[in-house]
């Protein structure tokens, strides 16, 4: 079973950023897809963002522009880079891992204990 770590997640105030970091137990990291999934109570769950094996990224469109995925396989972590923070932002922020993009995006895999982010107005 991979095991994921989420950390980064806290307080800010709109406008500023945040890094969220997701550290893995996989041994095969580096062939693994990731993603990032947020909920905030009232909403739906959302694929916040995603990154492939190869590197490839999708965003939601709700993020494109503001927040930029990244993994470094060498220290098997995938990185959530937020900015341009806002008010709508605040959610948990939950980082998945399965064999492809596809299985992230239909809930299958692994799902990390969550972060909670807030962006205060």
């Known amino acids: 079973q991979v095991q994921l770590v989420e950390s980064g997640g806290g307080l800010v105030q709109a406008g500023g950023s945040l890094r969220l970091s997701c550290a893995a137990s996989e041994r095969t990291f580096s062939n693994v897809a990731m993603g990032w999934y947020r909920q905030a109570p009232g909403k739906q769950r959302e694929l916040v963002a995603a990154?492939?094996?190869?590197?490839?990224?999708n965003y939601a469109d709700s993020v494109k522009g503001r927040f930029t995925i990244s993994r470094d396989n060498a220290k098997n972590t995938v990185y959530l880079q937020m900015n341009s923070l806002k008010p709508e932002d605040t959610a948990v922020y939950y980082c998945a891992a399965g064999p492809s993009t596809r299985d992230i995006s239909r809930g299958f895999g692994s799902w990390g204990q969550g972060t909670q982010v807030t962006v205060s107005s």
């Open positions: 990154i492939t094996n190869r590197g490839s990224t």
